[in-house]
């Protein structure tokens, strides 16, 4: 089953949180095991994260984790093997119960809690976590801009003083680049104004300006920021998923790179960022 999953490929209409809670149980599996319309995420992608997340995870120290919209639960195991201690929340059912599985399966029942939450209402007490963390876009998925702007607050408010938060967004001139690409020139045109994205019905994503999200962050409190344009150059690569070889060491320094050089922040599919509550 496993192997068939990692073989097959998703629709590319899935990023949403629509779709996550209605998901069948096998795209939410495809979904753990990378295979997505992106190529690179077991390799290049996680690279990328772990190079943002590993120096603070490393300390000796056994840290609280929050994986706020932790889906099907990768970082979650990823940090309960380093030795953290985790509550994964997610609002999909679907991805909830691959989590719960995978959690079994990896024997990590006593590191790792599973809850159905939702990162805009956190039911947790203020100063809960020493590290939270929120891997691609659920603080965008949640919703139009002041929903997402309230999941940074709650974010921030469960976060203890001196910790982390590691978070990623949806950057949106990208995505007005990719609309114009495709000729949906009034929803290119509508995305540039206020940042929102209706996606479903009652879905709609927030993008947001490299500006936008650095003065939510500072609004909010967050101090020591630093954003990270996340891919910049892999997703030009047309067909990439299709193609059996990649040089995955040079595109990995290519996309390190691009991180170094403030001219390029807005060329990134989506922001990483990491800040710190004094
Ligand atoms: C692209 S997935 C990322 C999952 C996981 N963080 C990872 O990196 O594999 C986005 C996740 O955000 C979740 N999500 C969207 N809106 C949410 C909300 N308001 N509260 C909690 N989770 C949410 C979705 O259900 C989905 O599992």
Redesign the pocket.
């Known amino acids: 089953m496993v192997n068939e999953i990692k073989s097959s490929k998703l629709s590319n209409q899935y990023?949403?949180?629509e779709n996550?809670?209605t998901f069948e149980n096998e795209e939410a599996l495809k979904?753990?095991y990378g295979v997505t319309q992106y190529p690179f995420n077991f390799s290049l992608y996680d690279k990328l994260v772990e190079k943002i997340i590993d120096p603070i995870l490393s300390e000796k120290k056994q840290l609280q984790i929050l994986?706020?919209?932790?889906?099907?639960?990768?970082?979650s195991v990823y940090f309960a093997k380093k030795g953290h201690q985790v509550t994964l929340?997610?609002?999909?059912e679907p991805?909830l119960k691959v989590a719960r599985e995978v959690v079994e399966k990896e024997k990590l029942l006593n590191k790792i809690v599973i809850e159905k939450?939702?990162?805009?209402h956190l039911s947790y007490k203020d100063q809960s976590y020493e590290f939270v963390?929120?891997?691609?876009?659920?603080i965008s998925?949640?919703?139009q801009k002041e929903?997402s702007y309230q999941?940074i607050r709650e974010l921030y408010r469960v976060l203890r003083k001196d910790g982390i938060i590691f978070g990623?967004v949806l950057n949106r001139m990208r995505k007005v680049a990719q609309l114009a690409m495709e000729l949906d020139l009034d929803r290119a045109l509508q995305l540039t104004k206020e940042g929102d994205l209706q996606r479903g019905q009652n879905d709609f994503s927030h993008y947001y300006l490299a500006d936008e999200l650095k003065a939510i962050l500072l609004d909010t409190g967050f101090t020591d920021i630093k954003i990270y344009p996340t891919t910049v150059f892999t997703e030009f690569i047309p067909n990439a998923w299709l193609l059996d070889e990649i040089p995955l060491e040079k595109l990995l320094k290519l996309e390190l790179l691009a991180r170094e050089r403030p001219d390029l922040i807005s060329y990134g599919v989506r922001f990483h960022f990491i800040a710190r509550k004094d």
């Open positions: 990023f949403w949180k996550f809670e979904y753990h994986d706020a919209g932790g889906g099907t639960g990768k970082w929340i997610d609002v999909a991805m939450g939702d990162i805009v963390f929120s891997d691609r876009n659920p998925h949640c919703g929903n999941s990623c």
